[in-house]
């Protein structure tokens, strides 16, 4: 497993969201004021460590796993809701949000795969235009690393294997 390097500003800052504020980063140190906290936020956005939930922002999956630290429990459906209703929005005053629009190959698995009878790779590749091996790819990066959404799978007999969200 590769060791995420950190900035001891990083460190700092996801720790103390961690450790102190059920990972809502919400404080910085002193030296850090103005254009360095966005400089900061972005840094940390952009290796998916942090995620953005409404004007907020909390520690993503990444982040635990960079201070060696446990994952929070499995996101809950409502959870997932919410976070891509809140990437809708952009707050000025931080870094610019990554949209996530109802209409986006994301949201549309998503969607799949909180049905209950879930989908196949098929399925998937057939609604998005993807290719097998980039549906699975998305299912352990984006899903699962990022998001922290359990997916799970099985297969009956000369079925197609099938995936859903667990809740």
């Known amino acids: 497993m590769m060791k995420t390097e950190l900035t001891a500003a990083q460190h700092a800052i996801l720790a103390h969201a961690i450790h102190n504020t059920d990972g809502k980063v919400d404080w910085f140190p002193d030296n850090i004021k ?24 909390f520690v993503a999956a990444e982040g635990y796993d960079a201070l060696g630290v446990p994952r929070p429990g499995p996101i809950t459906v409502e959870v997932l809701d919410e976070i891509i209703k809140s990437a809708e929005v952009t707050d000025k ?34 609604a998005t235009g993807w290719q097998s091996h980039t549906a699975r790819g998305t299912f352990a990066g984006v899903f ?16 197609e294997r099938i995936y859903r969200i667990a809740n």
Do not use: H, Y
């Open 34 to 57: 103005g254009g360095a906290r966005k400089k900061v936020l972005e840094g940390l956005f952009n290796r998916a460590l942090i995620t953005p939930l409404g004007s907020d922002w």
């Open 93 to 126: 005053s931080q870094t610019p949000v990554r949209r996530t629009r109802d209409n986006s190959k994301q949201a549309t698995v998503i969607g799949m795969l909180k049905r209950p009878e879930g989908a196949t790779i098929p399925q998937i590749c057939e």
């Open 144 to 159: 699962k690393k990022k998001l922290g959404l359990n997916i799970t799978s099985g297969k009956e007999s000369g079925a």
